[in-house]
């Protein structure tokens, strides 16, 4: 089955720097990689994600890279706020799995004002 | 806020009970997904429903078991329950299944097992 690991475990930037987060899967038929946002005490959020036909996709302050060859994608999110303190998880899942996630470990990222 | 709601928020029940977890998916989804969440194992798949029909199961404990109903909500029963059974229980739900449909989590069940 598919294998994801994701790092660093955690993260922590100035309020305006940039952050990255880095996740690599084991599964060559993997092809859709989304990534979520949990506050504490909350479900997991969808911020981005991207399929395996793109390279990359970016939504305002938040950007996706995929390297298929190289097995892994990253997380940027640029101008970082103490808004964007959280846990981020990646994930990963091949079509033919039903859909199902295999998620990161999580990165805890905290942006100090 | 997803559109995807669960009931309880929180349970707290004793070893050897029996619970049960409700999840309704947002309007229009098809499919439902339950992973669980603890500090030792992180998010973990559990099992899948589309229609009322079981897709796929992943780690999920003989112990457990699920169904979706014709109204598409579906409940998670937990039996016979450890100390380690302890963690975050979520739903998640997407248009339908494969096909890469994005999935929206609720708010989640915390179990609390004494």
């Known amino acids: 089955g598919e294998n994801v690991e994701q790092h660093p475990s955690t993260l922590s930037v100035q309020e305006g720097d940039s952050a990255v987060i880095k996740c690599t899967y084991s599964?060559?038929?993997?092809?859709?990689f989304p990534w979520y946002k949990q506050e504490l005490g909350k479900g997991p959020q969808l911020i981005i994600d991207i399929r395996s036909n793109v390279g990359e996709k970016k939504d305002q302050r938040i950007a996706v890279t995929l390297n298929k060859t190289a097995k892994h994608f990253s997380l940027h999110i640029t101008e970082t706020q103490p808004e964007d303190s959280a846990v981020y998880f990646c994930?990963?899942?091949?079509?033919?799995?039903?859909?199902?996630?295999?998620f990161g470990g999580g990165t805890r990222l905290m942006v100090k004002p | 806020d997803s559109g995807v709601t669960q009931t309880p928020k929180h349970l707290i029940t004793a070893t050897g009970q029996r619970v049960t977890l409700r999840c309704s998916p947002r309007?229009?989804?098809?499919?439902v997904y339950w992973y669980q969440q603890s500090l030792d194992q992180g998010l973990q798949f559990l099992i899948h429903y589309y229609n009322g029909e079981e897709r796929a199961k992943g780690n999920i404990l003989e112990r457990f078991s699920a169904q979706q109903f014709p109204d598409l909500h579906s409940e998670l029963n937990l039996s016979s329950l450890e100390l380690g059974d302890s963690a975050l229980y979520f739903c998640?739900?997407?248009?339908?299944?494969?096909?890469?449909?994005?999935?929206?989590f609720g708010p989640g069940t915390r179990l609390t097992v004494t």
């Open positions: 309007s229009g989804d098809l499919s």
């Open positions: 998640a739900s997407s248009v339908r299944a494969g096909g890469l449909y994005e999935q929206y």
């Open positions: 994930a990963a899942t091949p079509n033919n799995a039903g859909n199902m996630l295999t």
């Open positions: 599964d060559s038929a993997s092809n859709y």
